[in-house]
């Protein structure tokens, strides 16, 4: 068990909704970074919050948004879902940003888009 | 911008044997980490090992190590006397020592079976 806490496990919708994945990250980890993980695009990393500011972004949708909130917990935002955004969504959290903090992932969230 | 490629989709050992799963990687950075993930079939990605760039020896945990090579930008993971419990998907990823570049870049990953 890593320590980072991601709700729900599974997600099942249709394409035009909207969905809410929430992650908590470990005790005292200020960073968190999202990642999707998917058939064809692989392990990606998606956008990176540190103690409530967004810090980097990657690959991610306009569709998609995130936030981390004053209790550290961080929420990614998808909407008008496509069937290709089925995947597995990770969320990562870590002490800061240097560069040697270690990056721990939650069990993930499996969304199934129909 | 940063790439990992891990040529082998798949590999096999027998229980109690060595493998070697192989990682290449392309960065113009001198200063960066280098990590293996491994990913069972609970889908959980956790920790096998971590290489800094700036250290020559290379990082061992357990039954696991690596195989560094700086110059052809190489790191492979050893791992030896191999349990049914390390068939999982392993992968490799990398991180530069920027302060702006915290995100990693992953490798498409290597399912490792292991046979009784």
């Known amino acids: 068990d890593s320590g980072v806490t991601q709700t729900p496990k599974h997600l099942i919708t249709a394409t035009g909704q909207r969905v809410t994945l929430r992650c908590s990250p470990r005790s005292g980890d200020l960073s968190v970074y999202w990642y999707q993980q998917s058939l064809d695009q692989g392990l990606q990393f998606l956008i990176q919050?540190?103690?409530?500011?967004?810090?980097a972004k990657g690959n991610i949708l306009e569709r998609f948004s995130a936030q981390q909130f004053p209790d550290l917990h961080s929420e990614l935002n998808l909407s008008s879902l496509e069937l290709g955004d089925s995947a597995l969504y990770f969320c990562?959290?870590?002490?800061?940003?240097?560069?040697?903090?270690?990056?721990?992932f939650g069990p993930g969230t499996r969304l199934t888009v129909l | 911008a940063q790439t990992v490629t891990q040529s082998q989709p798949e590999m096999s050992v027998q229980e109690a044997e060595t493998v070697t799963l192989s990682c290449t990687y392309d960065t113009s950075e001198s200063d960066y980490y280098l990590f293996w993930y491994k990913q069972p079939p609970s889908r959980q990605m956790i920790l096998v090992i971590r290489?800094?760039?700036?250290?020559?020896q290379n990082a061992t945990e357990n039954r696991f190590s690596v195989n560094f090579q700086k110059a052809a930008k190489s790191f492979s993971l050893k791992i030896s006397d191999s349990q049914l419990g390390d068939a999982a998907m392993y992968f490799c990823a990398y991180r530069s020592g920027s302060t702006s570049g915290s995100r990693l870049t992953f490798g498409e990953g290597t399912q490792l079976t292991v046979n009784p």
């Open positions: 290489q800094e760039a700036y250290k020559q």
């Open positions: 990562a959290s870590s002490v800061t940003f240097i560069k040697t903090d270690t990056q721990y």
């Open positions: 919050y540190y103690n409530g500011e967004e810090r």
